[in-house]
Every structure is written in structure tokens, then in C-alpha cells.
């Protein structure tokens, strides 16, 4: 917190206190958080990061809050050389940022963590969000840790996994009749009726979004203080994308790594790609759809920072794609066959984007690649059908097992 300055208008540049602000009052632009880099500079080093916590919090001078608050501690997950991945899909140097591993399954652990501290701090009693089901998650697990009373919001088609997961931790689960993007609405018609709830990615968004710096920090200096060359993000909301670019910058900008550029490329679902129908029509325009796809984590029809992320992934030299659901299960059982790690469907999009971009030439040979895969399998079980299941059944005894093997042509008894 130290190093905050305060707030700053995307569009009109003017300056706010770091308060619970998120709009600009003049523009009605999002707001950023703004740091004084040269002093973060003459203050940390890659030692005094090293000596940190294996937490999101060994990056406590590069967020936006004093310290860490009661909260899960997400964060350090592994970054995993993907050789076997990299083989299938052609491709020369392949990793994989395993957010699975969060204290709730998804890298919504980091930005939650970074949003309920500094909501406490602003004197917040009540922790809320409107959700596509990992940040419910998230919301309720962080807020019975810090023993604050929680409201999640979420559309009620929502996989069971994701609903059983979030009521388990004791606070208010509202199921609403309709998709994320009306959800997120009545969220944003509550904050205000509702002034002291906390909701973490509408009123503290500008606080929220700055946890997820922290999926750049931990992959340079999981590769030694070296930005990759090429990573591929999912893109909901698109917050995401935008501050792994802004970690990559601040990294540089402090001297913890050599400044090189970092080309960022966008992975969506077919059935909810608004920001990568923008880029293949070379439009400024990111135009709402209505979602329709198995990976309900990033399906958000009108996405809060779509334009900005088109603008990061084109001035970065990435590209955008979009893939279908069909291509999103064969990624999954890919990146599970390959490398022994089982996705969300979000996951599924990223690793079906990151064989689309390898297949069309996007992503090079030579270029060391990283893909974040930021959710956990469990709770899209639904997604993958019946398809999956035994591969024999046979009563207890060896003779059927040998029976079975035989019939399924293995091996000769
Ligand atoms: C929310 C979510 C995303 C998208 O993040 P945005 O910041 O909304 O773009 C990606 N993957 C998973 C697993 C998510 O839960
Ligand atoms: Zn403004």
C-alpha cells in the first residue's frame, strides 16, 4: 500500500484517491490503480521477493494493500515444462501455469484474496459478486476464512460442482433466472442500495483486478527473471489479459527483468467470442452477443474490459481466437493425456486456442510459450458426458478380468 498514489481514469487520465471508486466521475471511465514506480524500484529486488511467502503475497509491494489479509493464501502455483503438449501441437517450448492448484480451483483465489483485504481495509462489512461460478467459489471460501457474511450471485444454470462448492462455505448463494451479463446488471443496480457490501468485481473492481497481475510476476520469475515470448490467456471479462500485460510492464518498469515485449493472444469459446469477433474483423467495436457454451466460465455476452484487451492483444502482436466446444473436450482430454492436468472447460479453451494458433502459424517454433490454464476439472464434470467412464466392468475375480482383457484384445493369458 505504500506505493499506491492513488487512482487514475483509463480514458481521461484524471487523478482519485485510492478509495471504494471505480468509475470516473467526470468520464464514467474505469479506474486504475497508479503506483510510484521509482520507488518500488529503489525498495525490492528479486532476493526480497525470493525471501516472500510462496503466496501472492511475496508481491505485496506490486498490489494495492497493506498486507495480507485472512485470506487463503492462493498463489505460487506451478509452472510446468509441457514437452509432451508442446510435441502434439508442434510446437518447440511450451509451459503451463497450473492455476488449478488454488486454494478453490481457479485464479480467481488471487484477485479475491487482493479484493476482501482491501475491502476490510476500506471498512466493507459484507463480501458480494456477481459470478460465472469460480469466483462464487472463491468469494465464499475467502470471506468464511475472514469471517465476513457473503452474497454470490450466479445465473442458475450453473454446473452442480460449482454451486455445491460455494454454498458449502456457509454464506448466501442467489441463483438468478437469466445469464451472467443480467446477473451482473442486478449487481450493479445493488451497489448502490447496498453501500456496504463489498462486490469484489464491481465496486472494488479496480482493486480486484490487480490480484491477477500476480499470474505475471510468478511466471517470470518461475523462468528465472525472464518474460516468456508468447503467453495465451481465456478472456471472460477480459480483466485478466489486460493486467498479466500491466504485471509484464511493472516487472520492466522496476528493474526486476530485462524489458522485452510479450505478445498476449486471447483465447475464447465459439459460443461467446465477442472480443476475438472484433479482431478477426479488424473492428474497434466489441459487440455484446448472448452466450451459448460449455465454458460457463468465460462466457460473459458483454465483457467489462473486452476493448481493452483487444487493444493489449493487438499492440502486443498476438492474435485472438475462438474455438468450439467440440475442440475445447479433445483440448482437455489433450492437456490431461499429455501432461496429467485436468482443466475446466475454460482451461480446454485455452489449450484448443493454443493448438489453433500453433496450427495456423500465429505461435512460432522458437518462441517459448506460456498458457494459463486457470481452473480445475472437478467442477466441469458435467461438460465432459457420459463419453468418459470404465474401461472394462467385470465381476470381482481374476478369471473375468482375464476374460475381459482377452475380449478387448490385451494381453494373451
Ligand atoms: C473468470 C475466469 C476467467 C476469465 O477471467 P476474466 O478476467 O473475466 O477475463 C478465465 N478462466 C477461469 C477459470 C475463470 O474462472
Ligand atoms: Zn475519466
Redesign the pocket.
Known amino acids: 500500500m505504500g506505493f499506491v498514489q492513488g487512482l487514475v481514469c483509463r480514458e481521461c487520465h484524471r487523478a482519485f484517491p485510492a478509495e471504494a471508486l471505480h468509475v470516473c466521475d467526470y468520464c464514467f471511465g474505469p479506474l486504475e490503480v497508479a503506483y510510484d514506480y521509482d520507488a518500488i524500484a529503489a525498495h525490492v529486488d528479486r532476493e526480497r521477493i525470493a525471501a516472500g511467502p510462496p503466496t501472492i503475497w511475496r508481491y505485496g509491494d506490486l498490489l494495492p494493500v497493506r498486507a495480507a489479509g485472512a485470506d487463503l493464501n492462493p498463489g505460487f502455483t506451478p509452472l510446468v515444462r509441457a514437452d509432451r503438449l508442446a510435441a502434439a501441437l508442434g510446437l518447440g517450448e511450451v509451459w503451463i501455469k497450473d492455476?488449478t492448484r488454488n486454494p478453490t480451483g481457479?485464479?480467481?483465489d488471487r484477485?479475491v484474496a487482493v479484493a476482501l483485504t482491501k475491502a476490510r481495509e476500506l471498512g466493507f462489512k459484507v463480501a458480494a459478486c456477481a459470478s460465472?461460478?469460480?469466483?462464487a467459489n472463491a468469494v465464499a471460501a475467502a470471506a468464511a476464512r475472514a469471517g465476513m457474511e457473503s452474497y454470490v450471485f450466479i445465473p442458475a444454470n450453473l454446473e452442480r460442482a460449482k454451486i455445491v462448492t460455494t454454498a458449502v462455505f456457509g454464506g448466501h448463494v442467489v441463483a438468478v433466472d437469466g445469464n451472467y451479463d443480467d446477473v451482473n446488471r442486478l449487481c450493479a443496480e445493488l451497489t448502490s442500495e447496498r453501500p456496504d457490501w463489498a462486490f469484489v468485481n464491481v465496486n472494488v473492481r479496480t482493486y480486484y483486478?490487480e490480484g491477477?497481475k500476480t499470474l505475471a510476476f510468478e511466471v517470470a520469475e518461475q523462468l528465472g527473471w525472464e518474460l516468456p515470448d508468447h503467453v495465451v490467456?481465456?478472456?471472460?471479462?477480459?480483466?485478466?489479459?489486460t493486467?498479466i500485460h500491466k504485471g509484464f510492464t511493472e516487472l520492466a518498469r522496476v528493474g526486476l527483468v530485462e524489458d522485452r515485449s510479450v505478445r498476449i493472444s486471447g483465447a475464447q469459446a465459439e459460443g461467446c467470442a465477442p472480443v476475438a469477433t472484433a479482431f478477426r474483423s479488424g473492428s474497434d467495436q466489441v459487440r455484446p452477443v448472448r452466450p451459448d457454451t460449455i465454458a460457463k466460465?468465460?462466457a460473459?455476452g458483454n465483457?467489462a474490459?473486452g476493448w481493452y484487451?483487444l487493444d493489449v492483444v493487438r499492440r502486443s502482436g498476438g492474435a485472438l481466437a475462438a474455438v468450439s466446444d467440440e475442440a475445447t473436450l479433445d483440448a482437455i482430454g489433450l492437456l490431461a493425456r499429455t501432461e496429467g492436468i485436468f482443466a475446466?472447460t475454460?482451461?480446454g479453451v485455452t489449450i484448443a486456442t493454443l493448438a489453433e494458433l500453433a496450427h495456423t502459424g500465429v505461435i512460432g517454433r522458437d518462441e517459448r510459450v506460456v498458457a494459463y490454464v486457470?481452473?480445475n476439472g472437478l467442477k466441469t464434470v458435467e461438460a465432459l458426458g457420459p463419453s468418459l467412464g470404465p474401461s472394462i466392468v467385470i465381476a470381482p475375480t481374476l478369471e473375468a478380468f482375464v476374460a475381459a482383457e482377452q475380449a478387448a484384445g490385451g494381453q494373451p493369458s
Open positions: 492455476d481457479s485464479f480467481k484477485v460465472t461460478g469460480n469466483l483486478a491477477s490467456v481465456p478472456v471472460g471479462s477480459g480483466s485478466q489479459l493486467k466460465s468465460i460473459i465483457p474490459d484487451a475446466e475454460a482451461g486457470t481452473g
